[in-house]
């Protein structure tokens, strides 16, 4: 599972994930790329993780191979 995935069945809007964590949309939006987007710092991962506990840090910092 991704971070997008998680966040968006709970019906969390990317702004709505932020708050909860004390950043910006931009770092939400930065993490859930595919290509190109930065992963949370280790402080973050842990806080999605338990924000999120279907989460695992390995889902959080694997990129997902182009088909």
């Known amino acids: 599972m991704d971070i997008a995935t998680a966040r968006k069945a709970r019906q969390w809007t990317q702004e709505d994930l932020a708050i909860r964590l ?3 949309r ?3 939006a930065q993490w859930e790329m595919e ?3 930065t992963r ?3 402080n ?3 806080r999605l993780v338990e924000l999120m506990p279907e989460l695992t840090l390995a ?3 694997r990129r997902k191979r182009a088909a």
Do not use: C, L, T
């Open 22 to 24: 004390g950043v910006s």
């Open 26 to 28: 931009g770092a939400v």
């Open 35 to 37: 290509e190109g987007g």
């Open 40 to 42: 949370p710092d280790p």
């Open 44 to 46: 973050n991962a842990m």
């Open 59 to 61: 889902d959080i910092y």
